[in-house]
């Protein structure tokens, strides 16, 4: 059985995030939609979904033009059936990723970032799975005292913390 491992970059929009998941069902593009515009007041995003049979369409979702484009775009280039991509801005993944947890179609998250990504595809003649992301880069070492009193005071600076 041949296997070829391919690295896919991911362009993340100035001021945006990226969430890449898996999911089942056509219907989650509906259902994040739904979740998204409801779970934060304001939040811009585009939502990309491959279906893995039937028409095997990429299907999508949004509210911001950018986005969307962007979104089809890197479902496309990642190529994985069942896989989504959703790029948001005015809004931060954690504000969203317990209710897209709850989603019944949502398998599975693998990334949820501002960083640079790099999704590592495999291909076979079948088709394509995500085998797993680089998120950002390594670490160039351990957080020193003040290290650990700068987060900690922007954590309570932006308002996670009281």
């Not at 999508?60 to 775009?73: I, S």
């Not at 003649?125 to 020193?144: F, H, K």
């Amino acid at each position: 059985m041949d296997v070829k491992f391919i690295k896919i970059p991911v362009k993340i929009p100035e001021g945006a995030n990226v969430i890449i998941g898996r999911s089942h069902f056509i219907k989650t593009v509906e259902d994040i939609y739904e979740v998204l515009v409801t779970s934060v007041p304001g939040i811009k995003f585009g939502l990309a979904f491959n279906e893995a049979s039937g028409k095997r369409l990429v299907r999508y979702e949004g509210n911001d033009e950018e986005l969307v484009k962007v979104a089809v775009e890197t479902a496309l280039n990642i190529g994985a059936g069942h896989t989504f991509v959703l790029f948001i801005r005015n809004a931060y993944p954690i504000n969203v990723l317990n209710q897209l947890k709850q989603v019944q179609e949502v398998v599975s998250l693998y990334v949820a970032t501002g960083n640079p990504v790099e999704v590592i595809v495999a291909e076979t003649s079948q088709g394509r799975t995500i085998i797993g992301v680089v998120d950002g880069y390594p670490p160039l070492g351990v957080e020193s005292e003040e290290d650990k009193r700068e987060r900690k005071e922007f954590l309570r600076k932006i308002g996670y913390k009281k």
